[in-house]
């Protein structure tokens, strides 16, 4: 069946770095996008950006220019996010979801999702 | 950048009874092709959140027909047309046709009375 499992939580310190994977199965990787969500502790869904699996092209929110990087191994069906100079405000549950690049069918398969700590 | 402003945020409802989510865009979601690139996604407590609408009105695979969508331009609503005890949780309205694409409302949380 269709699904996406991500990797497990992570604790960061102030200024580290994290990498989150999302694998695919079920489905051909290069024929859907890979957007990725982010929610901090009781607060609303936050997009973060999108990758294109098929040549690896990706758009960012403008909040995270800079310090966050997408990128996909397609020999392993994988995609990855990974964010630098964490704060503490980065503290949230990431999710990875996909997206039909052609026709739109919005987000209709999301990962388990992947919590992030970012504690001195 | 785009806005995405929805109302209310706490809906109490009553088993059986129907209720309305409205989501307000800063601009247009209506595409030249005609289609409203706004979508609609339930987040049921300790979940992932789960598609509910996608180009305004089409119902995502397995999603119940008591829920329904409508609107255009800017201006949207999410339907539930009898309430069930498994609806309840934050509903989040999302653009997606602004790049980059991907702006979700503040979430209206619903809850049974």
């Known amino acids: 069946q269709v699904q996406l499992v991500q990797s497990g939580a992570e604790v960061k310190k102030p200024g580290a770095s994290v990498k989150v994977s999302c694998k695919a199965s079920?489905?051909?990787?290069?024929?859907?996008?890979m957007n990725w969500v982010r929610q901090a502790p009781g607060q609303g869904l936050e997009w973060m950006g999108i990758?294109?699996?098929?040549?690896?092209?990706?758009s960012y929110a403008q909040k995270f220019q800079g310090r966050v990087t997408m990128t996909r191994d397609t020999s392993t069906s994988t995609v990855y996010m990974e964010l630098s100079s964490l704060r503490s405000e980065d503290t949230a549950v990431y999710y990875c979801?996909?997206?039909?690049?052609?026709?739109?069918?919005?987000?209709?398969?999301w990962g388990q999702g992947t919590t992030v700590t970012v504690s001195s | 950048d785009i806005v995405m402003t929805q109302s209310p945020l706490s809906l109490p409802v009553t088993l059986g009874e129907p209720a309305s989510i409205s989501c307000r865009s800063s601009?247009?979601?209506?595409?030249?092709?005609?289609?409203?690139?706004v979508d609609w996604y339930l987040q049921k407590p300790g979940q992932s959140p789960q598609l509910l609408i996608y180009?305004?009105?089409n119902r995502a695979s397995g999603v119940p027909d008591r829920f329904s969508g409508s609107g255009s331009g800017t201006d949207f609503t999410l339907k539930i047309s009898r309430v069930e005890a498994e609806d309840v949780g934050v509903y989040y309205c999302?653009?997606?046709?602004?790049?980059?694409?991907?702006?979700f409302g503040q979430g209206t949380k619903v809850e049974i009375k």
């Open positions: 990758i294109n699996p098929s040549d690896g092209s990706t």
């Open positions: 180009l305004g009105s």
């Open positions: 601009q247009s979601l209506l595409h030249s092709y005609g289609y409203n690139y």
């Open positions: 079920g489905y051909t990787l290069t024929s859907y996008y």
């Open positions: 999302m653009q997606g046709l602004h790049s980059p694409s991907g702006t």
């Open positions: 979801a996909r997206r039909r690049i052609s026709p739109y069918y919005g987000m209709d398969v």
